[in-house]
């Protein structure tokens, strides 16, 4: 059964670094792997979405790696910014069937 | 403005006390879904719906009820509520793409049962 991992759980760090959130999984068969922002109040909103083909994907200041052998995602954010802390969370897919198995997220704060 | 809505976004009831917490989304997707968060836990499934009238059972469906009467809406019930149901809950509507499966979640909806 797929199991997803995040550590740490929560990570604060001062504006304006480069930082890495990391996601481990269990199963390395999977479809395709989401990272997704969690607000208070506001739901959870994807922000990229790579596909077992793929290798990363990059929106903005964010850069999302795949290694399956390693069974192993990471977040890459640039130039971090407050308007960045939320809570970060990542997903996996074993299949084209909408379940997904989460992580329990890691939790950024961004210092001014 | 593409959403889903999610009502009551806050709620504080009792053990036993039937309540229902609803569902719609306006951008006419077939797949919703309901969840489940708890600290320290990722999201759990409850229950998805792949169309109308199609209800599937997830991770975590006791003490749940859902429907699917309408593309739109996707209710989930709470029959007899118990304290271990306290818990942030989140509906979800998924569109496909060609990249694969696009989730799009309401706001959530926080419930506390005494």
């Known amino acids: 059964k797929q199991e997803v991992t995040q550590i740490p759980a929560a990570l604060s760090v001062p504006e304006g670094e480069n930082l890495v959130l990391n996601c481990s999984f269990t199963d390395s068969a999977i479809y395709n792997l989401q990272w997704f922002r969690q607000d208070p109040g506001k739901g959870l909103t994807s922000l990229l979405l790579i596909q077992s083909s793929q290798r990363e994907q990059t929106s903005g200041r964010l850069n999302a790696s795949l290694d399956k052998s390693s069974g192993r995602s990471t977040l890459y954010i640039a130039a971090s910014q407050p308007g960045d802390s939320a809570t970060y969370l990542c997903?996996?897919?074993?299949?084209?069937?909408?379940?997904?198995?989460w992580g329990a997220g890691t939790k950024l704060i961004i210092k001014p | 403005e593409a959403q889903v809505t999610q009502n009551p976004r806050y709620l504080i009831t009792v053990t036993g006390k039937k309540l229902t917490v609803t569902c719609s989304q306006n951008?006419?997707?077939?797949?919703m879904s309901w969840y489940r968060q708890d600290p320290g836990l990722g999201l759990r499934q409850i229950y998805y719906?792949?169309?109308?009238?199609?209800?599937d059972k997830g991770d975590v469906p006791e003490g749940y009820k859902v429907s699917r009467k309408e593309k739109r809406n996707f209710p989930l019930i709470l029959e007899s509520p118990s304290p271990n149901q306290t818990s942030l809950y989140f509906c979800a509507s998924g569109r496909r793409t060609g990249k694969g499966e696009t989730q799009y979640f309401g706001p959530g909806t926080r419930l506390l049962v005494l």
């Open positions: 719906s792949m169309n109308v009238e199609v209800t």
């Open positions: 997903a996996t897919s074993m299949d084209s069937n909408y379940q997904l198995i």
């Open positions: 951008m006419n997707h077939e797949y």
